[in-house]
């Protein structure tokens, strides 16, 4: 006798990750002024500061752009620690004054499924900042020396629901928050109710009926 089988595709687990985004502030202007002078700056940083904190905290670096880095962490904790060892290091270096536009980072992590959002948090960060999300936040809330600031839901490029993100505080680094970083308020829409102006007493109950459907609909 014959046996069916199934032909279902079997569900591929989705792992969840630690990723950063870091991301070097000015770059293109930079760039436009003293072009030799950011690389050699730039890569002098990565060999000094950024590199050692990556492998210090079992990062990878998944992906590299002229004025940025994605990198993937083991686990929250690993992410913070190498993300504020690189911007206490890179704040240092700005106070000694030795370039009269120092380099600055943002940086973004994120922990879960969606991988953008690290970025999208990075791109609101101001210079020498590191910003985090809630599912980073509660993983690393109890850590010493990693003190948290929640800015609220922030609204960010195609991502339909707001990220609650929080700034770790970094000593020697001020800055405040830029207008893209408050809090946004999505449009409301506001369905009153259908006025019967017929004779029939009837047709109020349809007027319901139509207030009811177009506010399920919306």
């Known amino acids: ?3 069916s089988r199934s032909t279902a595709t079997p569900r591929m687990a989705r792992k969840e990750v630690t990723i950063v985004a870091a991301d070097l502030v000015g770059y293109s202007r930079m760039m436009a002024h003293d072009e030799e002078g ?3 700056r730039l890569r002098e940083a990565r060999a000094a500061i950024i590199d050692p904190a990556i492998t210090a905290e079992r990062g ?8 940025g880095l994605l990198l993937e962490f083991a686990s929250p904790g690993d992410a913070v620690r190498a993300a504020l060892a690189v911007q206490r290091a890179m704040a240092q270096r700005a106070a000694a004054g030795l370039h009269a536009e120092p380099l600055r980072l943002r940086i973004g992590i994120n922990h879960g499924e969606v991988v953008n959002i690290a970025a999208r948090l990075e791109s609101l960060a101001p210079a020498g ?8 936040q509660e993983q690393v809330a109890g850590i010493a020396d990693v003190s948290l600031t929640p800015l609220g839901p922030q609204f960010v490029k195609n991502i339909p629901a707001p990220v609650e993100a929080w700034r770790i505080e970094i000593e020697g680094v001020t800055a405040e928050l830029p207008t893209a970083v ?27 009926g139509i207030a009811e459907d177009v506010t399920t609909q919306l």
Do not use: Y
């Open 1 to 3: 006798m014959a046996t």
């Open 129 to 136: 900042c590191v910003f985090v999300s809630r599912a980073v």
């Open 182 to 208: 408050a809090r946004k308020e999505r449009p409301s829409v506001a369905v009153l109710a259908f006025e019967n102006r017929s004779a029939d007493p009837e047709q109020g109950f349809l007027a319901d």
């Open 38 to 40: 950011v690389i050699e």
């Open 60 to 67: 990878r670096i998944i992906k590299t752009m002229g004025d």
